[in-house]
């Protein structure tokens, strides 16, 4: 599925990503954990392709497709999806016009056929009521006066109707109370498949105990410096980053 | 300085130019070296007005002809689709007269018309009586080698109600001016602008508001995108004169710039004279968010139709203020139209 080899990245002059090597098979969830400032952030960024982060050496292949020599929407065509850490407000667009415009985009760019209105809003409708999410917000401007715990559900509820391959989840649980926590883990559990892999960043193990992951890698200093199973996280609640740092 | 009288004498020196404070950015002396001949009557057949099917009374002023008054009983409710049609590359003034008896209600739904050079002025005058309401839908698609002028006069008598919409395209020169006073108490107004522009249009939307009256609302949105070479000009002026008390009066002007040598000058003007007012403004201009254009991209929207979405719902917020149903849908077709290229 994914496969990560050696990846130097710089942002703004300065070298973020220094060498950083990544294999995620279809069927698995993989956990990036590393303090603040180790590059989680800038990692889902360059696998998305988001302009100013410029790759200076290395790879990434989804399915040994060469990701980085594509557009942002290319990649989100071939299922790469990427749950904002902080989701963007759009003013003036309805959160059912945007995913349905997305949607569609992406079925072109696939050479599927379009889906139409009835179909959508049926699949809309059960995707909102899974999320526990009013269907009468998907009517409103997307994100705009949403809580933060909101602005993550209608994430994962973009994750689900658009149904990527690879999922990547940036900070997911910041802002998210328990019960949002549970939902939205829930909402990502569903989304587990033998033909699927997921990403997840986080700073703290907590999510991992609603999300279990396959392996655990630790992030420091803009290489994987540490992996391991799911008990690795454990590790690092108790014992901090420091000494991954100090290795770094 | 007067177009008319430019016109009616072929006189280039009594066109407004850039000396003229008002004009500054809209300088037709400086660009006209010669005033072209009187337009000749149009006898050909025309296409359909983008109104038409909305209005039953439906009115066409060709070359400055047939504008004839427009006059709503007291008390009465109407929808009046005019075209003002400019064909060949001659010179004309068009006069329409519009007076809304006392408690009348009118739907305005207003077009320019432009197919060629031609120098065109319309001078309307527009009456509201006691507790009048007009809401006026502007569309001005205008030809890029016209130059067009519309200016409206529109008086609010108490408790009278006015809303407009003026939407435009550009022109080689395009200058829609509104100047609304509301003398009597307790008047309401609307103002809203858009205009969308391309290749070297220019496009000028002033508006003067004079709150003579206490108890008086205006309420103002313009929001532009330029590109290419374009140019927008957005002049608002709200005068609340002296004893107008308990005013209120908000205007936004907020503008895309989609190219590097796209340009809009704005000048929004507050003149409060009186005490006891709620006055504001806010001016942007800017390009669009690019941080916005990368969540929409990483959603599977290619780069123009994310920027065709974008933009659409920066202007969606001032079509979505028009009244008239179906003259909204209509402008929302329009702008998606130029928007999407």
């Not at chain 1, 904002?84 to 072109?108: C, D, H, K, M, S």
């Not at chain 1, 989840?169 to 926590?181: F, K, M, Q, R, V």
């Not at chain 2, 402008?331 to 290229?341: F, K, M």
Request: net charge negative; glycine share 10%.
């Amino acid at each position: 599925m994914l496969k990560v080899e050696n990846l130097h990245a710089v942002v703004d002059g300065k070298e973020i990503l220094k060498g950083l090597s990544l294999e995620v098979p279809a069927g698995e969830v993989h956990a990036i954990m590393g303090p603040n400032g180790a590059g989680k952030s800038t990692l889902s960024y360059v696998l998305t392709g988001r302009a100013g982060y410029e790759v200076t050496e290395g790879s990434a292949t989804l399915d040994g497709e060469d990701l980085l020599a594509l557009a942002p929407d290319e990649r989100a065509a071939r299922g790469v999806f990427l749950s904002f850490q902080y989701p963007l407000e759009i003013p003036g667009v309805p959160a059912l016009t945007f995913i349905r415009t997305a949607l569609n985009a992406q079925r072109r760019a696939r050479g599927e056929a379009e889906m139409g209105a009835p179909e959508f809003l049926k699949l809309a409708r059960a995707r909102a009521a899974d999320l526990k999410i009013d269907f009468d917000m998907l009517k409103r401007a997307l994100n705009v006066g949403f809580s933060g715990g909101e602005k993550k559900r209608m994430e994962i509820l973009q994750m689900a109707m658009l149904s990527p391959r690879f999922l990547i989840l940036d900070e997911t649980d910041s802002g998210l109370d328990i019960d949002a926590l549970r939902i939205v883990s829930d909402g990502v559990n569903a989304l587990r498949a033998p033909d699927r892999a997921m990403l997840v960043i986080t700073h703290y193990q907590r999510l991992l105990d609603y999300i279990k992951p396959d392996r655990v890698h630790v992030l420091a200093g803009g290489r994987i410096v540490a992996s391991g199973g799911p008990e690795l996280a454990h590790e690092l609640e108790r014992g901090g980053y420091e000494r991954y740092e100090a290795a770094a | 300085m007067s177009i008319a009288t430019a016109i009616r004498d072929r006189d280039v020196a009594e066109l407004p130019s850039r000396r003229d404070e008002a004009w500054r950015w809209t300088d037709l002396r400086g660009l006209i070296r010669k005033l072209p001949p009187p337009s000749e009557r149009f006898a050909g057949e025309l296409d359909a007005g983008a109104f038409d099917a909305l209005a039953a009374d439906r009115r066409v002023v060709i070359n400055g002809r047939g504008a004839d008054p427009i006059e709503i009983a007291r008390g009465s409710t109407a929808v009046v689709a005019v075209r003002f049609v400019s064909r060949g590359a001659g010179a004309h003034i068009a006069r329409l007269t519009v007076e809304v008896g006392a408690d009348a209600k009118l739907q305005l739904l207003e077009t320019y018309e432009s197919d060629g050079a031609a120098l065109s002025e319309a001078a309307i005058t527009i009456t509201l009586g006691k507790g009048a309401s007009v809401e006026r839908v502007v569309l001005a698609q205008d030809d890029a080698e016209a130059v067009s002028v519309s200016q409206a006069r529109v008086t609010l008598a108490a408790r009278a109600r006015f809303s407009q919409t003026v939407v435009a395209s550009g022109a080689r020169r395009q200058r829609l001016e509104t100047q609304v006073t509301h003398p009597g108490a307790g008047a309401e107004l609307r103002l809203d602008g858009i205009y969308l522009l391309a290749d070297k249009r220019h496009s000028d939307q002033t508006t003067v508001v004079t709150h003579a009256g206490t108890d008086g609302v205006t309420a103002q949105l313009a929001k532009g995108v330029v590109r290419d070479q374009a140019r927008g000009v957005f002049q608002g002026r709200i005068v609340v004169a002296e004893g107008a008390d308990r005013t209120d009066a908000r205007m936004g002007h907020h503008a895309l710039i989609l190219s590097d040598r796209a340009e809009v000058d704005a000048k929004p003007e507050l003149e409060i004279y009186a005490d006891d007012v709620a006055c504001a403004h806010g001016n942007t201009v800017g390009a669009l968010d690019e941080d916005a254009l990368f969540y929409a991209r990483q959603r599977g929207m290619g780069e123009p139709e994310a920027r065709a979405l974008l933009t659409e719902a920066f202007i969606g917020e001032v079509v979505d203020r028009i009244g008239h149903e179906g003259a909204r849908e209509v402008v929302r077709a329009w702008a998606a139209g130029r928007l999407r290229g």
